[in-house]
């Protein structure tokens, strides 16, 4: 029995894998402090490489930059956006972890209606490391939380739930708006705090925001591709969408479960609505093609791993979403090409990475 004066152990301290992508010095994180510190983080530093970014003494972490990446991908590279949060998926791909855990460095530890603390990253691994419903829906929300079940009329067989995938947190303060709304209602601000998880129903897509989300890497890394965006690109702000859909097609396929509720961040930025539009009006255009694109996707029965599935996925984006505009021919490219690289740092079990090694700190 350990000893009261012992701290248990943080949930999957050894497990998982924090995710940051960074233009701006990371003081953010003295506030996740408690509950982030026993854990290492994995820094994506975007923009000027040469740019040296602080992070406050204690933490244990690696830091990539632009440089790192191009040494460490060569070519493949190309696939990484430069000058987005995008660039935060370099991060999934070199992590060894079985989890991720990604925030935006103007998120910050909100309060729950007790006045509580909200350590965000222990209810994300509560939500992965218990099952999902997408096949049937509880009307009482997440049934496996203390104090709750299924109700009456829901199938004994379908109890059992599935693996979950995908822990999709929430903000407080600023929500996550389009350009657009952030335009029509700049002093909104959420201040809804609901105490509730659901799974997200087989068949139903969703706006996936990365500035707090986790996810289980071994089940899903390789579909977390956050897209071509920023620098060079036609569109931006639209990276965690992209990977959001691309996902969820995916966890259907698979039988694989996705939640979204709590926990709640603290959103404390909302970033310049004009700029946001320039980024994202290729976006809001765009998809309402892409919807029914994904709502249409069907992968075939030998897509059995997250792999295939992706490459299946990216050859109907190409048939598909090529005529719609050029930028999805590429964007098919570099969807196979993230492919390429994860499965060359990630070799099977007793297989041998063959990027350049880890960067200098
Ligand atoms: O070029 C860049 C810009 C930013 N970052 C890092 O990415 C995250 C998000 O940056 P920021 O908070 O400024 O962006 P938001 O406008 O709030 O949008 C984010 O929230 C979601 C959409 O609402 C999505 O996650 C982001 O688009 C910060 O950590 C920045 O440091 C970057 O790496 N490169
Ligand atoms: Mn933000």
Redo the contacts with the bound molecule.
């Keep these: 029995m350990a000893s009261a004066s012992r701290a248990a152990t943080p949930l999957l301290k050894d497990e998982l894998d924090i995710v940051?992508?960074?233009?701006?010095n990371l003081d953010f994180l003295e506030m996740w402090r408690p509950f982030f510190q026993p854990y290492h983080l994995i820094i994506v530093q975007?923009?000027d490489p040469s740019k040296t970014i602080r992070v406050p003494e204690g933490f244990d972490y690696e830091l990539y930059n632009r440089n790192d990446i191009n040494r460490m991908l060569g070519p493949k590279a190309s696939c990484i956006s430069f000058?987005?949060?995008a660039?935060r998926c370099f991060g999934y791909m070199v992590s060894k972890k079985k989890y991720i855990y990604t925030i935006?460095?103007?998120c910050f530890v909100a309060k729950d209606p007790s006045g509580k603390d909200i350590n965000a990253l222990e209810q994300h691994i509560k939500n992965l490391l218990s099952p999902s419903t997408p096949f049937f829906f509880n009307t009482l929300y997440d049934p496996y939380r203390d104090g709750a079940d299924f109700v009456r009329g829901y199938p004994f067989s379908l109890r059992e739930g599935v693996p979950t995938a995908v822990s999709h947190g929430l903000w407080l303060n600023i929500p996550?708006y389009d350009a657009p709304t952030q335009l029509v209602k700049p002093l909104e601000r959420n201040k809804r705090y609901v105490d509730a998880i659901l799974t997200i129903p087989k068949g139903t897509l969703f706006p996936m925001?990365?500035?707090n989300l986790a996810f289980d890497r071994e089940l899903i890394g390789p579909a977390m591709y956050f897209g071509l965006m920023?620098d060079g690109q036609p569109i931006g702000?639209y990276d965690?969408m992209w990977a959001g859909w691309c996902t969820k097609v995916i966890t259907d396929h698979l039988g694989l479960g996705v939640k979204t509720g709590l926990p709640y961040i603290w959103h404390s930025?909302?970033?310049n609505p004009f700029v946001?539009l320039k980024k994202e009006y290729n976006g809001i255009f765009w998809q309402e093609e892409l919807i029914p694109f994904f709502q249409s996707v069907s992968l075939p029965k030998d897509a059995t791993t997250v792999q295939k599935c992706y490459l299946e996925l990216a050859k109907q984006v190409r048939a598909k979403l090529g005529k719609v505009d050029g930028y999805f021919n590429k964007l098919a490219d570099s969807m196979v090409t993230w492919i390429e690289a994860w499965d060359e740092l990630n070799p099977p079990k007793g297989g041998v990475a063959t990027a350049n090694g880890p960067p200098k700190k």
């Design positions: 940051i992508p960074t233009i701006r975007d923009g000058k987005d949060s660039c935006d460095d103007d996550d925001c990365g500035m920023g702000r965690d930025k909302a970033s946001n």
